[in-house]
Every structure is written in C-alpha cells, then in structure tokens.
C-alpha cells in the first residue's frame, strides 16, 4: 500500500474509533426503554395496635437494571382511607428488583398505591469512555504521520515517517529505513542514488521531515 494512502487511512480509522466511542453509549442510552415497574409486592411483617403502626418490607421490580433510589407510596387502612404518604429508600436485591425492607406506617395498612419513583439505573454503556483517552492520543499520533514527496531531476525522492517504519525511497525503490516505536533524538536517514548524489533525511521527534540532497536543503 501507498505510505501515503497508509497515512489517511490510520487518520480516518482512528477518527472513526473515536468518534464512535464518544457517540454509541450516547446513542445505547437513549434507545434504552424508559424506567418503568413491572412489578411489586408488599409484606406486612407486624401490626402493633399499642403504637397503631404497621412494619413492611417492600420489593419493586423494574423493566431494567437499577442500583437504588427512593420510591414514594400511598398507604391505605381497610376502609380505603389513606393513612400516609412516605417516600422509601430503596436498594438492589436481585437484578432488576429492589428491596426496603423495613417501612413503619401509622395505622393498620391493607393496601398501598406507588405514587412516583426515582432511581439510579445501570448505565454500562458509559464504561467505554475508559477508551477515551487512548483513543484521543491515537488520534493525535496519527496527525503526527508524515509523508513528503520530492522531485528532483525526475526522480520521485518519497520520505515516510510513520509509528514505527521510517523510509526513504527513489521512485519506489526503499534505499533506507529506520525501525523504532520510540526515539528520544531525531531520526537519520541516509542514501546514495546511482548518479553518487547524496540523500540526508532527518526526521523529527514530532515526525517533521527535512531532506537535503549533496548537502543543500530542499524545500
């Protein structure tokens, strides 16, 4: 493949990969179905007619995952009269259900309505943006590839600075490379065409190239 064409694809694939990792969970989370119960069940543990208050222990299951939050319930005597409004904290007991397993409710309850609710769901989705920052720093490392072409008495002179490879070419043909991931001083290339014409490269830390042919700097 084209050094060149090398350099916009890694450009455009981590473009991609970035831009999809800012954007799915995003787009997971609000295709998600709206909160909602499916489910509850009520347990009286205790009636104590000395202190007229009833112990409960609630359970609410939901159509997704939640972790906890409060839920707010009317509860009614056996003439349907409502004895109290109480807001619940609620926590997880298995999957989608929730549990408060202790409620005090002055009176006798025999029914209970949920009024409203509130809670914090499982957003998994937006663990991908642990991806985040190496995606950012790959992106930026490809902006940092570099490719110049160079005519020079019709020869095509082609320079690559890339993550690892770095290459110098005469009309296709590699007369010099350097291998690393990682260099602390820039990198040189060198090379000798057929007609003793003398070929320096210097590459950059930040893959900048510089080429100077029979030591005169080319532009």
């Known amino acids: 493949m084209n050094e060149k064409n090398k350099i916009i694809i890694h450009r455009l694939s981590w473009l991609f990969i970035l831009l999809l990792i800012i954007f799915l969970p995003i787009i997971i989370h609000v295709s998600k179905p709206k909160l909602d119960i499916v489910d509850d ?10 202190l007229n208050r009833t112990s409960l222990t609630m359970y609410v299951t939901f159509n997704r995952k939640v972790y906890y939050g409060y839920v707010t319930i009317k509860y009614y005597d056996d003439s349907n009269h409502l ?5 619940s904290f609620f926590t997880a007991y298995n999957g989608k259900t929730v549990e408060c397993d202790l409620i005090y409710v002055d009176g006798k309850v025999a029914s209970y309505e949920i009024e409203s609710f509130e809670f914090n769901t499982y957003a998994w989705e937006f663990m991908i943006y642990y991806l985040l920052l ?5 992106f930026i490392s490809s902006l940092l590839l570099c490719y110049r072409e160079y005519d ?6 082609s320079v690559y600075a890339g ?6 070419r005469v009309d296709g043909e590699k007369y010099d490379e350097h291998n690393t991931i990682m260099s602390f001083t820039p990198i040189k290339l060198n090379a ?9 490269v210097t590459i950059s830390l930040t893959n900048r190239i510089t080429l100077k042919i029979n030591g005169k700097l080319v532009k």
């Open 163 to 168: 993550w690892y490879h770095h290459t110098i």
């Open 152 to 157: 020079y008495n019709g020869k095509k002179i």
């Open 134 to 138: 190496p995606a950012i720093i790959m």
């Open 41 to 50: 069940e009520g347990y009286i543990n205790d009636y104590s007619s000395s």
């Open 83 to 87: 004895l109290e409004t109480k807001e």
């Open 192 to 200: 000798i065409m057929d007609d003793n014409i003398k070929l320096e």
